[in-house]
Nanobody, 124 residues
Framework: QVQLIQSGGGLAQAGGSLTVSCVAPGGAFRDYHVAWFRQAPGKIREFVGT????????QLVDSVKGRFTVALDNAKITATLQLNNRNQEDTAVYYC?????????????????WGQGTKVTVSS
């Protein structure tokens, strides 16, 4: 069973930086790509970005390009999503996900393993 443990997030002001982390203690990120999703109140879960299992390829949705960064540590244990220059539209619960999915897939329904979610609230 793949376990993903999230940390970080919280309440922050617009314009600053915040990092959400996702740890896979069993080493799942050595085999599977890591995807990030978010779900704002009353909205469907949407794709934010992804990084390949070797940590070289990345993708970000257009609305966060230039502001968010996805990364994976050399041990392939911890993935991070750094939220820079946040705005109130970034307020959501953020999830990491992984599984035997081809790189770049943005459909949340195909990911088998999920973190518990981390709430990020951006204030003006």
């Amino acid at each position: 069973q793949v376990q993903l443990i999230q940390s970080g997030g919280g309440l922050a002001q617009a314009g600053g930086s915040l990092t959400v982390s996702c740890v896979a203690p069993g080493g799942a990120f050595r085999d599977y790509h890591v995807a990030w999703f978010r779900q704002a109140p009353g909205k469907i879960r949407e794709f934010v970005g992804t990084i390949s299992s070797i940590g070289i390829l990345t993708q970000l949705v257009d609305s966060v390009k230039g502001r968010f960064t996805v990364a994976l540590d050399n041990a392939k244990i911890t993935a991070t999503l750094q939220l820079n220059n946040r705005n109130q539209e970034d307020t959501a619960v953020y999830y990491c996900a992984t599984g035997p999915v081809r790189f770049g897939i943005r459909d949340y329904e195909v990911y088998a393993y999920w973190g518990q979610g981390t709430k990020v609230t951006v204030s003006s």
